[in-house]
């Protein structure tokens, strides 16, 4: 699996902003096996875990986003997008799309989120 994250850009507060994920070159059954996902990663601070999706559509999301991020996937066209709401300046960091299946993980280029107040 690859992965190609796009969306990015600057916000401002209360603005909204959707990233796309795509693996153009995987086969549709391995990208429905795996587990998707969005981390981010703010200057000085450690990889959070934004929100995943099981290849059956169930979500899950970090506390701070629950609410105001919705994670979906369409397993045909191979792509997992994250619909940001309501953003605020803390959700300024690098977002990057993950792909898992077992001990198997793929991290895509990071995409640049910047919401200013």
């Known amino acids: 699996v690859q992965l190609q994250a796009s969306g990015g850009g600057l916000v401002q507060v209360g603005g909204s902003l959707r990233l796309s994920c795509s693996a153009p070159?995987?086969?549709?059954?391995?990208?429905?096996?795996?587990?998707m996902g969005w981390y981010r990663q703010a200057p000085g601070k450690e990889r959070e875990l934004v929100a995943t999706i099981t290849g059956s559509h169930s979500a899950t999301y970090g506390d701070s986003v629950k609410g105001r991020f919705t994670i979906s996937r369409d397993n045909s066209r191979k792509t997992v997008s994250l619909q940001m709401n309501s953003l605020k300046p803390d959700d300024t960091a690098v977002y990057y799309c993950?792909?898992?299946?077992?001990?198997?993980?793929?991290w895509g280029q990071g995409t640049q989120v910047t919401v200013s107040s």
């Open positions: 993950n792909a898992k299946r077992g001990m198997n993980e793929v």
């Open positions: 070159g995987t086969i549709t059954s391995v990208f429905r096996a795996n587990g």
